[in-house]
């Protein structure tokens, strides 16, 4: 049987269960598929063909009961090379770590691992993730499907390119300031930031960015996004933040119908232009949900200029502390703001941490009566690669202008939803967010999957075969 590269993983899921695929002639088409495109993208920084296969004759040898529990049997996916994993090299983009190990495998690959899918390897991310844009450090830039002379977006850049290029359907990602939205946006994909604590970061750590950074997943169709986030959801014993249990599964959700809800719009900020390709795109999206019976009204909400400046001190704190043992071979960006983070001291950390959570409240109060918010994810389509910054001088103001309606979320902990919604005149994707209230990604999943239904865009593909 002849495998589609931009089957879904639902779809594939299926195919393989009912033995009309094998495992292993899944893992060796997408394993094909990574090596002829991967040169051209920059989506993986180290492919595990071995693991690959091996995972994949692991799982012909299971039995139909066995097969029949794995929520991603025979699906292929990969993790962001931010991950610990114990047997492959965790690089965190940087040339100080090409070569380290972790001393374990983090939760979430472990559960990845157990759940029947096909781990293809370990994807491209600016070092630390710390770039809105997928270049600079060790990794090779990601180059977007669409027009491979732009970013893929950042920082989970090489999992969106490889999604959107059809080299495998679902990817991890990891998220302290848009990084799932802003690479989903950049490719056309559906990316998921999670509420704060409801996907474990341990071994590795309690929290990341004073709590602003999640883990969650990309794919090309809301129910594959809820399917992976099944799977990935759930706490370890003594996080410092846990999220109540779902009314009921994530891909339950997706097949879920929306009641008729009452939405905010915000479209302006202080941090910078919204470009009008990106404006017009949310008001498209905000007259899809009228037409399906939703209200949809315009709100005055800035919540980027009201946390950024703490932000940039939890964040710059948090690099500072960082371990290097040669800073010199960082990527400027980088060693910018490593170097202003060993100047901040301990007292700028906390007055910032409760700064960010005093205007996070004050941010989910004023949106309290709405049952969901929608927003630009970036302020413009996928910059070209090497613009953004155009300065080092300025980069800290340029990417918040860029990012500036993603990275608020991260300070309230809600989840939120990039979603597709057409392309510009250049023929790069569009894209919006639908924030939920604390904690509702089942709200916001059933939502997305009616808009997906309204306006479907998982069968455009970019020009890249």
Same mark, same amino acid.
């Given at each position: ?13 299926e +195919? ?7 495992? /292993? ?10 090596? @002829? ?77 157990k759940?029947?899918g ?73 990316g ?22 999640? +883990? ?11 399917? $992976? ?5 759930? $706490? ?6 846990m ?13 879920? /119908? ?11 900020t ?18 899809t ?37 040669n ?29 960010? #959570? ?21 302020? /413009? ?6 613009t ?37 005149k ?31 865009? @998982?069968d455009? #593909?970019?020009?890249?075969?």
């Amino acid at each position: 049987m002849k495998i589609d590269p931009y089957i879904e993983a639902v779809e594939l899921r299926e +195919l393989v269960l009912k033995r009309e695929l094998r495992p /292993r002639e899944v893992a060796e088409f997408f394993l094909a598929r990574v090596e @002829k495109l991967n040169p051209r993208l920059g989506a993986f920084m180290t492919v595990t063909a071995d693991r690959a296969l091996a995972d994949a004759d692991r799982l012909e040898r299971l039995s139909r009961d066995e097969t029949a529990k794995l929520p991603l049997f025979g699906v292929p996916y990969s993790l962001k090379d931010l991950l610990w994993t114990k047997d492959i090299r965790t690089t965190f983009g940087s040339k100080n770590f090409e070569n380290w190990h972790a001393p374990a495998d983090a939760e979430l690959a472990i559960r990845l691992a157990k759940s029947g899918g096909i781990l293809l390897g370990k994807t491209t991310t600016p070092e630390f993730g710390l770039r809105a844009t997928t270049e600079g450090g060790l990794c090779p830039p990601a180059r977007n499907p669409w027009n491979p002379e732009h970013t893929a977006g950042g920082s989970s850049g090489g999992s969106a390119a490889a999604v959107a290029s059809g080299m495998h359907p679902i990817a991890q990602g990891s998220d302290g300031g848009g990084s799932i939205r802003i690479p989903s946006a950049c490719c056309g994909l559906v990316g998921l930031k999670p509420s704060r604590g409801r996907v474990t970061m341990a071994p590795e750590k309690a929290e990341s960015w004073g709590g602003l950074s999640t +883990l969650g997943p990309i794919g090309r169709s809301v129910r594959d996004v809820a399917l $992976m986030l099944d799977v990935m959801a759930g $706490m370890v014993p003594g996080d410092p933040y846990m999220a109540p249990t779902p009314p009921m599964p994530f891909a339950e959700a997706a097949r879920q /119908r929306p009641k008729k809800l009452r939405l905010a719009m915000i479209n302006q900020t202080r941090l910078g232009k919204v470009d009008p390709e990106i404006l017009a795109g949310l008001e498209s999206a905000g007259k899809t949900f009228r037409e399906l019976g939703h209200s949809v009204e315009q709100v005055a909400l800035d919540p980027g200029d009201q946390l950024h400046k703490y932000v940039r001190f939890i964040i710059g704190s948090s690099v500072g502390a960082l371990e290097i043992p040669n800073p010199d071979l960082l990527d400027p960006i980088v060693r910018q703001s490593y170097e202003w983070g060993r100047q901040l001291k301990a007292t700028d950390y906390l007055h910032a941490l409760a700064s960010v #959570h005093n205007a996070a409240r004050d941010v989910v109060q004023a949106l309290m009566p709405y049952d969901a918010l929608l927003a630009p994810t970036t302020t /413009r389509p996928a910059v070209k690669l090497g613009t953004l910054p155009s300065r080092l001088e300025t980069a800290a103001d340029e990417t918040y202008a860029w990012i500036a309606f993603t990275f608020p979320f991260n300070s309230t902990g809600q989840p939120a939803f990039s979603m597709p919604c057409g392309f510009s005149k250049a023929d790069l994707p569009l894209a919006f967010q639908i924030v939920g209230r604390p904690y509702d990604e089942c709200g916001i999943i059933s939502l997305a999957a009616q808009f997906e239904k309204a306006r479907p865009f @998982k069968d455009k #593909h970019p020009p890249i075969d």
